[in-house]
């Protein structure tokens, strides 16, 4: 029995250090319901926001790609 003890402990070591939880809410130490905030990507001492990156990086990706789009567009015109 007292193997098995030892070889659990080995396994587990950080559930020793666990508390049970209480089945209750503690109201002093629940927070009022926040807002929800869109995750934002830093570019050098800048901030932005995901929802304005997306759109504006699938612009500006169309609008660099399509002198590549237009070249293969008329080779393919070409070979028909």
Partial sequence: MELQETERQRQE??????????????????????????????????????????PLGTVGLIISLNPKINQAARWLATRS
């Fill in 13 to 54: 070591p950080l559930e020793a250090g666990l508390t049970h939880a209480d089945d209750r809410v503690r109201l002093s130490e629940w927070l009022p319901p926040q807002w929800g905030e869109m995750p934002r990507i830093r570019f050098w001492k800048r901030c932005y926001n995901v929802l304005w990156i997306i």
